[in-house]
């Protein structure tokens, strides 16, 4: 096949995706890429701890038929405990000890001085455990605090020369890391990854922030 029969059937693809897409006016290259892969089972999809589904369950009255959404939230689930593993070896000869805090000083390594609060929040937390991070980072001497000009109740909080020095010696086996995490994906696959994983974050960016949705079913996209 060369170029231009490449062209020509790369078009019958996308003119099949405008076609069979629900908003004519929404389309996006996320979705064009999910159109060009046929349809999956989804217990081939998912991930390797959950397995096949107990005969006795689905004789249950109380079973929901498995479906894409719930595959998806398990496997962002044990990529995020896979990571934290990884990590352990990653801190081994580190004074920064979990991926958290590791987070916390970069957010404080980008901003110079910050407030407690919106460390916090920007590295989407508890107050309770953001603050025990905080005081384990002073404690270390990787933080310091000191006095806000601008509110005399609240401090800001800044990065050490100690804090410097061991984000620095973690960099490289945070890079480490990162390739680790992607796996044997190919380049294109990990930039269609990360553009679907921003959307994602843009969205549950939005909800995390909106403290007038209460019940789970407020959090659900638009339709």
Do not use: C, W
């Not at 369950?57 to 109380?62: E, G, N």
């Not at 455990?129 to 005081?135: L, V």
């Not at 044997?184 to 679907?196: G, H, P, R, V």
């Amino acid at each position: 096949m060369n170029s231009l029969e490449l062209l020509k059937e790369l078009i019958d693809k996308l003119e099949n995706y405008e076609k069979n897409a629900a908003d004519k006016e929404a389309l996006n290259i996320e979705g064009f890429v999910a159109s060009l892969n046929p349809a999956h089972d989804l217990d081939n999809l998912k991930n390797s701890i959950i397995g096949k589904t107990n005969p006795n369950i689905l004789k249950s009255p109380h079973h929901i038929e498995n479906n894409i959404e719930r595959v998806i939230a398990q496997h962002l689930l044990l990529l995020n405990r896979y990571i934290k593993f990884y990590a352990k070896t990653a801190f081994a000869e580190s004074n920064i000890r979990t991926l958290e805090e590791f987070s916390f000083l970069i957010n404080v390594m980008q901003h110079e001085r910050i407030t407690k609060t919106e460390l916090i929040r920007r590295n989407i937390i508890e107050k309770s455990s953001g603050i025990e991070i905080i005081n384990r980072l002073i404690k270390s001497n990787m933080f310091i605090q000191v006095d806000n000009p601008e509110d005399q109740r609240s401090h800001l909080i800044q990065l050490t020369e100690s804090g410097k020095f061991e984000l620095y010696k973690i960099f490289h086996k945070m890079n480490t890391l990162g390739k680790i995490a992607s796996g044997s994906l190919t380049d294109t696959e990990k930039e269609q990854l990360a553009m679907m994983l921003k959307k994602l974050d843009h969205f549950h960016y939005d909800n995390y922030n909106n403290k007038e949705l209460k019940a789970l079913e407020d959090y659900l996209p638009a339709v």
